[in-house]
């Protein structure tokens, strides 16, 4: 089973890639390496052995990452790519606008047209808003996030959500990070 992992460059992703490896997937990592570095995926390599393919594209990029979809034969995607600084999405709230929900929609979109229909995606504990009670667990609804980037990962959960619902055979699953 080949997987890729959009952000495979950075922290989690990383790590993830190391996990997958050793449980028999194969891997490509696809990272811009904007908010990444290249040791992490040279760290993967090492720790693994495996020469793990790195495919440099943007997840806005829709034609870089069709061709990484037509070069690769896929079954599932794992998709931690985005930008993730909560201070920063409160400054910048159209770049994360942009790069997290953009950049999920056009990943979705190469999925479709490349017959690619299992996504896991990193989404977070914000989309929960101020929690009403604790501990917070899955089945409770979310709320309102209380900034951009929480906004951009409960929007894209609704994204999810929504072609779940008109495609059948797509499937999704939601990570939420708490930290």
């Known amino acids: 089973m080949s997987i890729l992992v959009s952000g495979g ?3 989690i992703g990383s790590h993830t890639a190391v996990e997958l490896i050793g449980a028999g997937y194969d891997v490509v990592i696809v990272d811009n390496l904007s908010n990444s ?3 992490a995926v040279e760290g993967v390599r090492r720790i693994t ?3 793990v393919p790195f495919e440099k594209a943007d997840c806005c990029d829709r034609d870089a990452f069709r061709k990484v979809f037509e070069k690769y034969d896929f079954d599932s995607v794992i998709h931690f790519a985005a930008s993730k600084a909560v201070g920063e999405s409160v400054e910048k709230p159209l770049l994360y606008y942009d790069n997290n929900i953009a ?4 990943l979705l979109q190469a999925m479709k047209e490349c017959g690619v229909s299992k996504l896991i995606f990193s ?3 914000t989309v929960y808003g101020t929690p009403v009670s604790l501990p917070l667990t899955e089945d409770m609804p979310t709320g309102t996030p209380t900034n951009p980037y929480g906004r951009t990962k409960l929007m894209i959960e609704e994204i999810l959500r929504d072609l779940c619902a008109a495609q059948p055979d797509f499937a999704a699953v939601c990570l939420r990070y708490f930290n």
Not at 103 to 106: E, F, K
């Open 9 to 11: 460059a950075g922290y």
């Open 49 to 51: 052995g495996v020469e």
């Open 103 to 106: 950049g999920t929609v056009t």
């Open 37 to 39: 570095d290249m040791d």
């Open 123 to 125: 989404s977070s504990s």
